[in-house]
Nanobody
Framework: QVQLVESGGGLVQAGDSLTLSCAPS????????MGWFRQAPGKEREFVAA????????YVADSVKGRFTISRDNAKNTVTLQMNSLLAGDTAVYYC??????????????????WGQGTQVTVSS
């Protein structure tokens, strides 16, 4: 079984930065891909960013392109989401997700088997 533990959420002002981290455990070392999704109140869960474990393929949603970066810290075995120039519209619960093997998409939440508990990011304007 794989567990994903997120950290780094909080309350910030517009224009500030935050770094979210996701630490997989269990049989995590065979993960194919990791992703970040977010869900705002009353809205569907949406794709934010994803990468395969090697980093050969990296994807970022248009809404956050140029502001958010997904990366992997090999020393800590974590995947991070660096969020810069935050906007009020970025307010949501952010979820880390993982695929053990490629399930047809980096962008669909249904393709991800494992999920973290979510971390709240609130951006005040």
């Amino acid at each position: 079984q794989v567990q994903l533990v997120e950290s780094g959420g909080g309350l910030v002002q517009a224009g500030d930065s935050l770094t979210l981290s996701c630490a997989p455990s269990g049989r995590a070392f065979s993960m194919f891909a990791m992703g970040w999704f977010r869900q705002a109140p009353g809205k569907e869960r949406e794709f934010v960013a994803a990468r395969d474990w090697s980093g050969a393929s990296t994807y970022v949603a248009d809404s956050v392109k140029g502001r958010f970066t997904i990366s992997r810290d090999n020393a800590k075995n974590t995947v991070t989401l660096q969020m810069n120039s935050l906007l009020a519209g970025d307010t949501a619960v952010y979820y880390c997700a993982a695929q053990g093997a490629f399930r047809g998409s980096y962008f669909s939440a249904r393709a991800y088997e494992y999920w973290g508990q979510g971390t709240q990011v609130t951006v005040s304007s």
